[in-house]
């Protein structure tokens, strides 16, 4: 086997593999979103002066952010269908059912574990005394959250966020083990048809680089973005 | 002196012969020990199974003394090659891609194919005009039952296990049909049961425990053996070894003739798998 053939072997499975792209990306970016929405309530109930929200959003994440991802993918795929009747009974059986459905819940829940502590984060760095300003000129208390305390722990929150986003993209993989054919999964599949994992999943890493590295640039220019009205030390 | 070297030179090749001999009399034979029934290991972590019962036979019947070690399934064949064994008895099916780098005996087991499905799911009440399919010589009747069954599973979904024979049959030949791709079987049983998939499609060696644990679920349509399923699982030696290929494919052949590779199918697997 030539050198060169390696290399065209590769060129094979990108090209087999960019099937694979669309259903990676969606997997990513309808978690993230679904996550980003609640991960919204979750960091409002983390910094909450109550104690009963509090407390449960500080179990939901410690218990998402302490097991494995795989562990909550087959607890939701293969759990559910064992309690097909109960799920049934729900009339959710129907969105279980769905492999889909199961990856996009799933990772959709883990991601705003994290998003939500990111969030907190960000909200908790904003200076007191811009909150009290706010108030201070009569603005509610939703409003001074929409424009003035959420806009900026976004800001604060941004590079870890990231990171996030890398770390989503790169868990949509563990779909694969509940017969979804992503970028992963059809790297299995083709890996054990050709006897030639080494190209094959040579090629998946690329493409999974070649994802990353958008999402990094992409970032690069929203924290350019967000950062246009604050003062630049040079 | 004449008579003397005379007697040397004819000794010689006999000489040769013994330790040639002596040499392939211990064979080492690797199994995977872990697929039930064909290879497995007792509550003692002894190996037992088919293979194991029938390594024996074979052996004896060739006059051969034989080791069986146990090896994992990915390195199976590279440790042959590499001579830390000198046969395989794995539930080795002869693919093509297998010979192009070792060489098998004659099959000793056919492992026939079959659906699977729920008591009250899709195919449940199928009614088979045919016992079995044999795919290297389709018939105008097999080709009509073929055709049912793809019918009946058009727009429904066939669970296999990825990459194997099996998955390549329901891609040709139930067209109309979603594939569902396993890279376990025990993952496929699953979501058959939850209703995730209304069929599946594999071994009936591997169903015959399952179904007896789990009374929802039943095999239909006909056994399907042969063509692209498979020319049978067989002893696998190195391409070199021609003549341990053909002792253990003369004892195979014994055995097939006599009744006893039947009787120790039926005795592991509960049906006559044997390739006859």
Known sequence: ?234 | MKNGLKTLLLAAPLCFMGIAQAQTQTVRIATEGAYAPYNFKDSSGKLVGFEIDLAAELCKRAALSCEVHEQAWDGIVPSLLANKYDAIMAAMNITEKREAVISFSRPYVKTPIRFVTTRKGTGADFVSSLPAITLEDIDATETAEIGKLSKLLAGKTIGVQAATAHEGFVKEHMKGATIKSYDKMDNMILDLTAGRIDVGYTSVTFLAPILKKTPDLVEFGPLMTGGQLGRGVAVGVRKTDTDLQKKFSAAIGGMLGDGSMSALAVKWFGIDISAK
């Open chain 1, 1 to 234: 086997m030539g050198f060169l053939d390696h290399f065209a072997f590769i060129a094979e499975a990108l090209a087999h593999l960019s099937v694979g792209i669309p259903r990676t990306i969606l997997l990513a970016v309808a978690s993230l979103l679904i996550g980003f929405v609640l991960a919204i309530g979750v960091a409002a109930a983390l910094l909450s002066q109550a104690f009963l929200p509090r407390w449960i959003a500080n179990g939901y994440v410690y218990i998402f952010r302490s097991s494995p991802l795989l562990v909550q993918i087959f607890l939701i795929y293969y759990g559910s269908g064992q309690f097909r009747s109960l799920f049934e009974s729900l009339g959710l059986w129907g969105l279980f059912r769905e492999a889909w459905f199961c990856a996009i819940l799933a990772l959709a829940l883990n991601t705003c574990a994290y998003q939500a502590v990111l969030i907190a984060g960000g909200l908790r760095a904003v200076p007191w005394g811009q909150i009290e300003a706010a108030q201070a000129v009569g603005m509610s208390r939703c409003r001074v959250f929409v424009t003035v305390a959420f806009p900026q722990a976004l800001r604060h929150a941004l590079p870890a966020y990231s990171n996030e986003v890398v770390l989503m993209i790169k868990a949509t993989a563990l779909a694969s083990t509940i017969t979804i054919l992503e970028i992963t999964g059809l790297a299995k599949q083709m890996a054990s048809e050709t006897y030639r994992p080494f190209e094959v999943f040579a090629a998946a890493g690329l493409v999974y680089i070649a994802l990353n590295g958008a999402v990094a640039a992409g970032f690069t220019r929203g924290e350019r973005f967000l950062r246009r009205n604050v003062a630049q030390r040079t």
